[in-house]
C-alpha cells in the first residue's frame, strides 16, 4: 500500500474551520493501514459502516503476508469476523482463519478451515453444525475419536451404532442411555433389548432387565421369534425368584428350536450392587436445573465414572482444574492447603459436587479436595465438556446463565459474611 502525507484537509466555515477525511474510506483506510495505525483503520472501518469492506478483501487476495496480517487484524479488532476469516484464508492461517468463522456463525467455512490445517476434531464439530453430519462422521473416524464419533451418532439418532462404540470403550452408562434411545425409536429390536438387559442385571436390576425382555417379546415381531431373548428372559425370571414364569417360557421356547433348552444361567454375570442414581445427582446441580431431558442425557453421556480410594486427591491444589466431579458414593474432604496439615474447610458426601469451576476457566485449583473414604463419582472434564455445550447452543445458554446466578449468590453470601 502506498504512503500519503495527510489524511485530513482543513475547510473553513462559519465556525473558523475543521479537519474533513481526504478521500473515500478505502483511501483512507489504505493510509492507516501502511502506517500499521490498526486503532485508526478500524474507527474509519466502523463509522463508514463497512463501505470499504470489499475493496480492503480484493486487495488482500492480492497483497503481502504482512498486509494481509494487518488487513485481518482490523476487520477482526471491528467485529467482522467473516471478513477477517477470509483473509486469514488468503493468508494460509488456517487456524485465525476457521476462528474467525465460527465466530462469524459460518461453520461450514470453519470446518473446511480446520481441515485445511489438519485440526480434524475441531473440522468435525464444526462441519456437524453446518448440517454435514455425514463428514462429520468420517473425520471422527479418521481421528479414532470414538467417544467424540458415538456421541455424533447419538445427536443423528444412530443410536444402535452409537450403542456399539460406546461397548468398545467401556463406557458402560452411556451404553445405556443410548440402547434406551435405540428400543425408544424402534432401532436395535431384539438385539439391543438384550444387551442392556445384560447391562440391568449387571448393575442389580434383574427385575427391570425381566421386564424390558417381556416388553420385548411382545410387542418386537423377531422378538417372539428370538430364542436366545427368550432364553435370557428365562434367566431373568429364575433371578427375580419366578420360577413357574420362567418355566413356561422355556416351553415356548423348545417349539422354536430342534432340541430342549437348557438353563444356561451361568451366562448371567454376578448382579452389583444398584448403588445411588449417579444420573439423579448430576440432575440435581443447579447449572443444570433447566435442561431439558434429552439435552440432561446427553450430557449424562459425556460423563466418566471415576473411584478413588481413601486418601486419594480429586483435585490438588495449585494445578489446573480438571473438571467437575460429582461425588455419587462416599465423603470427601476439602483442605485449604496442599499438605496433611492444611486447614479443614469442608467434608461433603453423594449429591455435592466439586470443581465446578475449571469447566470454564483454566487455570489452578485454590482448594484440595481428597477421598476420606472409597468414593465413586461422575467426572465431566473441561474437555467434554466443551465439546458438549459447542453441540447444544440451547443447553449451554441455560447453564451459563445459571451458572452465573449461582456464582453471583455465592460472592452475594461471601460478602455478607465479612
Known sequence: MAEYSSDFDFVEDASGGKFVPVGGPLQQLRRLLARADITGAVSVYEESGGAARQGLLDEAAIASFETKKSIALMFRRARDFAAAGKVYEHAKLEHDAAGNYEQAG?????????????????????????????????LYRSAQANEALAECLARQKRFDEAAAIFRTVGNAHAEVEVLRAAIESKQGGSTAARRLAELMVQYGHPQRAAQLLLDTARSVPEGKQD????????????????GTAAEKVRQKIVGLVAKPVLRPQQTVGPAKNAGPDGYGFLKALPMFAEL???????LYRSCTEATFKPGDDLIQIGLPGAGLFVIVDGLVEVYGGPDASSRLLNTMGAGAYVGEISLVRDEPTSARVTARTGVKALFVSRNSFAEYVYNNTAAALCIYRLFTLNLAERVRALSAAR
Not at 473446511?112 to 464444526?126: D, I, P, S, V
Open 227 to 242: 430364542p436366545g431373548l427368550l432364553i435370557e428372559l428365562a434367566q431373568m425370571l429364575d433371578l427375580c425368584g419366578n
Open 106 to 138: 459460518d461453520f461450514l467455512a470453519a470446518g473446511n478451515a480446520f481441515r485445511r490445517g489438519g485440526e480434524l476434531l475441531k473440522a468435525a464439530a464444526c462441519l456437524e453444525r453446518g448440517g454435514k453430519a455425514t463428514e462429520a462422521i468420517a
Open 292 to 298: 431439558t431431558m434429552g439435552d440432561m442425557k446427553a
